[in-house]
């Protein structure tokens, strides 16, 4: 469980900070496009994940 806390916290932390900065206004797909790519992408890996 632990490791999946880091990784909600890395990945919320890192696309908040880049989204503040700008980091996404350079390309396309917009920000809002990514964003639910990436939270699809964590709930198929946290569902599949086993637990150990």
């Known amino acids: 469980m632990i490791h999946a806390v880091r990784?909600?916290?890395?990945?919320f932390h890192g696309y908040v900070s880049l989204?503040?900065?700008?980091?996404f206004e350079h390309s396309a797909?917009?920000?809002?496009?990514?964003?639910?790519?990436?939270?699809d992408s964590l709930d198929?890996?946290?569902r599949n994940r086993s637990a150990r």
Do not use: K, Q, R, T
């Open 29 to 39: 797909p917009n920000a809002l496009e990514s964003w639910e790519w990436i939270v």
């Open 7 to 11: 990784m909600l916290g890395s990945v």
């Open 19 to 23: 989204e503040l900065a700008g980091g």
């Open 44 to 46: 198929a890996v946290l």
